[in-house]
């Protein structure tokens, strides 16, 4: 796509520009692992999609809402009622414990939910079960109604998956015995739903996938990094984004952005949905000025400071450091089981702490002095 | 090192057919004589939409019955 220099108005570019996605390798390949998750992991399930702030969530939860529509379209011509996805996003809560309430209502708007302020809580009907046929919400649960609503509506409309974006609100909880009670929530939401749950957020996140093992049983990770500096193959990825944006950059005159890629990814911590947005407010910084082409005073004015990105990049990196890739996390795994034989236990690791029944008449090594034992032998006196 | 110029995404989702407002339940029985009476079904329909029937009746069927006003 080329731009002549005097075809639309600024605001038209701007807008075509900012709307642009670039299908750069790290999301292509998050895109088919989420789908292949959502296709087929079993009902119930929870997905989680962990990447730091910026890297392009969002863009990869609106990818797969159009692959989700485009797939189950022949469905949605013989079923009414379905519906191929919902998408909610968690909002921030405003005193700081997330509404579950709020949650709830904002999921059944976004099913174009009838009679929304009409719903009964279920306190004749046992619809809701666990696998003992034990009733998992009292009709006397807060928000039960809504709960009770939007698990009928989430069953009858029968959608592919339910995406929650910005999930690490989920966590955002005032006492760490609650922080366990919201995972108990979405568990049973995923599982009464019988759909499969897409938790889209930062690392924040693995806050509740390391509360228990049940999660982690039941949930698939899929880790949408960052490009990192380190790795020759994702610089070289990193500035292909970047020449990608600069040929569609609606100037009249093309700048050549590749020679300040460091500059590129200093502040822009090697994500691509921060990269964009610093491009778009450059752009409007050099079409206000009326400039033919995108200079390098444009980038240094409307880039997020050196603290911004600094913690954005610490955030990033301690979260790396916990999703470490299989091969460095095997060994350790391994050592937990006890079969570091084979694979090797990194130093850092402690030995597994094993409990060892004592024998009766045994004498623990301990108790015998070793080297210069006096030749008269105390095990004599127990050898009776 | 050979730059490449990557795809562009389009976000658009595809047009579908209009959701129906109402879940689409079908009536218990259909096809045999022991299919359910339109008072069961507005009974389950009302419960499915976790109502009372009263409500269901008063918000959706009866805004929406093609009547005229009967006067005597």
């Known amino acids: 796509m080329k731009f002549s220099p005097t075809p639309q108005p600024i605001a038209e570019r701007i807008r ?58 022949p469905l949605m011509e013989t079923d009414p009622s379905g519906v191929p996805f919902v998408a909610v996003e968690a909002a921030a809560p405003d005193n700081g414990n997330f509404s579950w309430r709020d949650h709830y209502r904002r999921t059944l708007i976004e099913l174009s939910e009838p009679m929304l302020d009409r719903k009964i809580k279920p306190n004749w009907v046992h619809l809701v079960q666990d696998s003992h046929g034990q009733q998992l919400l009292g009709p006397r649960a807060p928000a039960g109604e809504l709960r009770h609503a939007l698990e009928l509506a989430v069953l009858n409309r029968r959608p592919a998956a339910v995406l929650i974006d910005e999930a690490q609100h989920l966590t955002r909880i005032a006492s760490g015995r609650k922080l366990a009670d919201q995972l108990e929530v979405i568990k049973s939401l995923a599982n009464c739903t019988r759909t499969v749950h897409v938790l889209l957020g930062t690392y ?134 006890g079969l570091s034989a084979s694979a090797g236990r990194p130093p850092e690791m402690p030995p597994p702490h094993r409990r060892k029944r004592a024998r009766v008449g045994q004498r623990k090594p301990k108790r015998d002095q070793i080297g210069q034992a006096p030749s008269l032998s105390r095990n004599a006196c127990h050898r009776v | 090192m050979l730059a490449i110029v990557y795809d562009l995404w389009s976000l658009a989702l595809p047009t579908l057919p209009p959701r129906s407002r109402l879940y689409s339940l079908a009536p218990m029985g259909i096809g045999t004589s022991q299919v359910e009476s339109l008072t069961s079904y507005v009974m389950r329909l009302a419960e499915a939409h976790a109502v009372s029937p009263g409500t269901l009746i008063r918000q959706e069927i009866f805004p929406n019955l093609p009547l005229t006003r009967i006067s005597h």
């Open chain 1, 16 to 73: 075509a520009f900012r709307l642009l996605t670039v299908a750069h390798p790290l999301p292509l390949a998050a895109k088919d692992q989420l789908v292949a998750a959502i296709n087929e992991a079993p009902a119930g399930s929870i997905v989680m999609v962990l990447g730091p702030t910026g890297v392009g969530k969002t863009t990869l939860r609106l990818k797969v809402q159009q692959l989700l529509s485009e797939q189950n379209r």
């Open chain 1, 204 to 337: 924040d996140l693995l806050a509740l996938r390391h509360l228990n093992g049940q999660l982690g049983r039941r949930s698939l990770d899929i880790h949408f990094r960052r490009y990192t500096a380190d790795s020759h193959d994702d610089v070289r990825m990193f500035k292909n984004a970047v020449l990608t944006f600069q040929r569609h950059l609606p100037l009249a005159e093309q700048p050549d952005l590749l020679p300040v890629w460091d500059l590129l990814y200093e502040r822009s911590v090697g994500c691509i949905g921060i990269l964009k947005e610093w491009l778009d407010r450059a752009l409007i910084a050099a079409l206000k000025e009326g400039c033919v082409t995108l200079a390098c005073q444009h980038l240094e004015a409307t880039a997020l400071s050196p603290s911004q990105c600094e913690k954005i990049a610490v955030e990033a990196h301690e979260g790396e450091a916990q999703l470490l890739p299989a091969d460095q996390v095997r060994p350790r795994l391994r050592g937990l089981l």
